[in-house]
């Protein structure tokens, strides 16, 4: 893949779980992406995933959590 970079092309929030006690929130995302395929003449090869990630509330502003 490393000749073939994935480009992403849309992401779309579809649900958020925020915790009562904490300030955090799982989101789930809906990513959309593209990659030139590897055997010619067939092009890009287009895709449709899901994706989960954990925000934090820091001050009164969201971070995303890549080690939560």
């Avoid at 480009?7 to 992406?33: I, K, M, N």
Wanted: aromatic share 10%.
């Amino acid at each position: 893949m490393a000749r073939r970079p994935v480009q992403w092309t849309a992401a779309e929030v579809f649900d958020v779980d925020c915790a009562e006690t904490e300030p955090s929130c799982e989101v789930r995302v809906r990513v959309d992406y593209q990659a030139q395929a590897a055997v010619p003449g067939v092009g890009m090869l287009k895709s449709k995933s899901g994706v989960t990630e954990i925000w934090l509330q820091i001050g009164g502003e969201w971070w995303y959590s890549a080690d939560a």
